[in-house]
């Protein structure tokens, strides 16, 4: 069983108070056998002068009556036991109280020593001298025994006060350790109704001072809880809100970036047709114009074999031509998400494939030149090709609607720190600057809504961070075409390799 705080605090206390009060008697009861010696040596020194004066004429003059008669009237004194008169050869003149005259009792020094205290007397001798001759001396008994009872009462009652004193403290002790106890349990009730989420509980224990301010410090200390409960309760709930909030924004993100994946997609056909159409027209107005003249030829019945055998050939080829453009675009347009380690230039390549005609429909010279074919990155080559194609249609469009005269788009690509480094750079007078940090965001076009949707450079940039860590960037510089300088916008496409 747990003893209890109150009960330890007073059994420590009356611990340390009986030891005080032990020490406390050791040291009265030192102090009393020292006031007892001094005592008795000042009484032994009266005692001396009186019979010194008394004996020594009786001792010269041998009158043994008187000196007997002096002995009985000094042994009257209740406190002393015996007396013996020896002369200076230590031969027993006279004695009272003392039966063995030949056998003189042995001297003490301390009234309190061992033997004092066992036989209840003190032996000591007083000499008796004249002009410094010893005439012979008195052996004394001094009794103890009053000293042994004063001694004996002095402890008695020095421990009935201290068993007073130790009840008394026993009682104020227990009597102040209930009322500390007292305050100490509410504390404990409160605390626990307060644990267990009761936060409207207070204490109160009275008005001491001291008491004053642990109650005060305890209310605070539980209003304080009480309100920053309410406020996480509060924080809780509105935490419920926001969380409801953006698991419904989140689900709207999704629906958007499902929607603008698939505006993405709709884009990629969209530029693929229209480039189709380009690459389409030439060939097909050549199969036109050879039909038409097969027609003609033999409508004026002017048509050979060779015609029909040339006019079939080159419709073939036309033909071929056409369906491998098919293929092509098939090809790009497929999702095939193959990683590998691809050439720049190749990935390049294929977007000029796709480009080339709508290019050169629209008079625009383009030059790769500066292209290093030594430049390989990992990743997927139809993602980057999309954004050569992207940013070489933004280029063709900008050229035509500027209606610049000698349209040119200039390609480079090199290494530098240890990053790959793709620019295109056309003379179509660049990008405005109120619109500068806008054209990557979705959405963002100048382009009446039939001309663009402004998905482009956003998805360019996306690919280009999250699927080659890198980094793409604008910026309007001046370029050279045929001795004449223009100003032009500059993608830089930068690749960590
Ligand atoms: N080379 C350029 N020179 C000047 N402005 C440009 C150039 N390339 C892009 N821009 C500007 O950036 C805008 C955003 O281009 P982005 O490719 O994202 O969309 P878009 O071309 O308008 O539409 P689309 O989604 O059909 O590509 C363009 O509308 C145009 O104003
Ligand atoms: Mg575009």
């Not at 705080?5 to 009356?14: D, E, G, Y």
């Not at 033997?115 to 001798?125: A, G, I, P, Q």
């Not at 009652?157 to 002790?173: D, G, H, N, W, Y």
């Amino acid at each position: 069983m747990k003893m209890s705080l109150a009960w330890k605090w007073v059994i420590a206390s009356l611990l340390i108070e009986s030891l005080m009060l032990t020490l406390l008697l050791i040291k009265n009861v030192g102090q009393l056998e020292d006031n007892l010696s001094n005592q008795t040596h000042i009484r032994l020194n009266e005692q001396k002068i009186l019979l010194q004066s008394a004996l020594v004429a009786p001792i010269i003059q041998m009158d043994y009556a008187t000196i007997d008669a002096i002995l009985n009237e000094t042994k009257n004194i209740s406190t002393i036991d015996y007396l013996i008169v020896v002369d200076n050869e230590n031969n027993c003149i006279s004695s009272v109280g003392w039966s063995d005259c030949k056998n003189l009792p042995k001297i003490e020094t301390n009234p309190f020593s061992k033997d004092s205290l066992k036989d209840e007397r003190f032996d000591t001798s007083i000499p008796i001298t004249l002009f410094s001759q010893t005439l012979g001396k008195i052996y004394l008994g001094f009794s103890t025994k009053f000293y042994i009872q004063a001694k004996k009462e002095m402890i008695i009652r020095s421990v009935i006060i201290a068993m007073a004193e130790l009840i008394l403290s026993a009682f104020l002790l227990i009597t102040a350790s209930k009322w500390i106890i007292k305050n100490l349990v509410s504390l404990t009730h409160t605390a626990n109704a307060i644990a267990h989420g009761d936060y409207s509980q207070r204490i109160n224990l009275g008005d001491s001072k001291e008491i004053a301010q642990l109650q005060e410090s305890f209310n605070l200390m539980a209003t304080n809880i009480e309100n920053n409960i309410k406020n996480l309760k509060q924080l809780n709930k509105k935490e419920k809100h926001l969380s409801k909030k953006l698991k419904s924004q989140l689900e709207k993100n999704h629906e958007q970036d499902l929607l603008l994946k698939h505006q993405t997609r709709m884009a990629i056909i969209g530029e693929m047709l229209s480039n189709i159409a380009h690459q389409w027209r030439q060939p097909l107005n050549a199969i036109t114009v050879q039909l038409s003249s097969l027609k003609l030829k033999n409508d004026l019945n002017l048509i050979d074999d060779n015609d029909i055998n040339n006019t079939s050939d080159s419709v073939i080829k036309y033909a071929n031509y056409l369906s491998n453009t098919i293929d092509d675009f098939r090809d790009f347009i497929k999702d095939n998400p193959k990683k590998e380690n691809f050439s720049i230039e190749n990935s390049f390549n294929r977007a000029v494939d796709i480009v080339s005609a709508s290019l050169k429909n629209n008079y625009i010279t383009l030059d790769k030149e500066k292209i290093d074919n030594q430049l390989f990155i990992d990743g997927v080559t139809n993602e980057l090709t999309q954004v050569f194609i992207n940013i070489l249609s933004n280029s063709k469009d900008v050229l035509n609607e500027k209606n610049i005269e000698k349209k040119f788009i200039q390609v480079s690509s090199y290494k530098e720190n240890k990053n790959i480094i793709i620019t295109i750079h056309d003379n179509a007078g660049g990008v405005s600057e109120e619109i500068m940090d806008k054209i990557f965001d979705p959405y963002f076009t100048t382009k009446h809504k039939s001309q663009g949707t402004g998905i482009g450079l956003y998805m360019s940039s996306k690919i280009i961070h999250e699927h080659f860590d890198g980094e793409i960037i604008v910026k309007n510089e001046e370029i050279e075409y045929q001795n004449k300088s223009y100003m032009g916008a500059k993608f830089y496409i930068i690749l960590p390799s």
